[in-house]
T-cell receptor
Framework: TQLLEQSPQFLSIQEGENLTVYCNSS?????LQWYRQEPGEGPVLLVT?????EVKKLKRLTFQFGDARKDSSLHITAAQPGDTGLYLC???????????????FGKGTKLSVIP | NAGVTQTPKFRILKIGQSMTLQCTQD?????MYWYRQDPGMGLKLIYY?????ITDKGEVPNGYNVSRSTTEDFPLRLELAAPSQTSVYFC????WGKGDTQYFGPGTRLTVL
């Protein structure tokens, strides 16, 4: 089983601060996705990174995929209360039994941005 | 498009009871998935389907069954409910499997007492 470790598990910051959350594994992933989940709802995809070293920006969010495709980070600049939620990373791995692909999820980082 | 819909939103079961969680998607997606989410544990894949008539086990399939008779529907059956099945269940779908965006439903919160 391929594992994804996310850190920190919880993060509480003031509005306007910057933060970085991490997603690490000893396994190589062909792609990695970041989702955000708000209370009472399902996860919503933010970004998919595919190439080692890739950097993608989504407004104040910056996503990076490690050169070896084993880790990723999410950096938020000037956090706002609307950024509050659970951030999940998910790695794309092959299910060798069925020959199809499935996502392996990390446990998530719960972010609270205080006004 | 409604996307992925799940019913019911909440359910309480007694130990040993059975129930079916419904999932429907209107995006003509090939792949459909069932996950469970326990507090602090992320999402675990229960079963998935790559198309009508084809299903396969995920990471935690014990105590569950699925069927996929149509492209749109992917019900999850719980037989002989146990307290360990208390969780939030999410259905998701995607057009392709590898690297494609998964679209999630709003979830079903199940409590087994």
């Amino acid at each position: 089983t391929q594992l994804l470790e996310q850190s920190p598990q919880f993060l509480s910051i003031q509005e306007g601060e910057n933060l970085t959350v991490y997603c690490n594994s000893s396994s190589v992933f062909s792609s990695l996705q970041w989702y955000r989940q708000e209370p009472g709802e399902g996860p919503v995809l933010l970004v998919t990174v595919v190439t080692g070293g890739e950097v993608k920006k989504l407004k104040r969010l910056t996503f990076q995929f490690g050169d070896a495709r084993k880790d990723s980070s999410l950096h938020i600049t000037a956090a706002q209360p609307g950024d509050t939620g659970l951030y999940l990373c998910a790695g794309d791995s092959r299910n060798s039994g069925a020959g199809s692909y499935q996502l392996t999820f990390g446990k998530g980082t719960k972010l609270s941005v205080i006004p | 498009n409604a996307g992925v819909t799940q019913t019911p939103k909440f359910r309480i079961l007694k130990i040993g009871q059975s129930m079916t969680l419904q999932c429907t998607q209107d995006m003509n997606h090939n792949y459909m998935y069932w996950y469970r989410q326990d507090p602090g544990m992320g999402l675990k894949l229960i079963y998935y389907s790559v198309g009508a008539g084809i299903t396969d086990k995920g990471e935690v399939p014990n105590g569950y069954n699925v069927s996929r008779s149509t492209t749109e529907d992917f019900p999850l059956r719980l037989e002989l409910a146990a307290p360990s099945q208390t969780s939030v269940y999410f259905c998701a779908s995607s057009y392709w499997g590898k690297g494609d965006t998964q679209y999630f439903g709003p979830g079903t919160r199940l409590t087994v007492l």
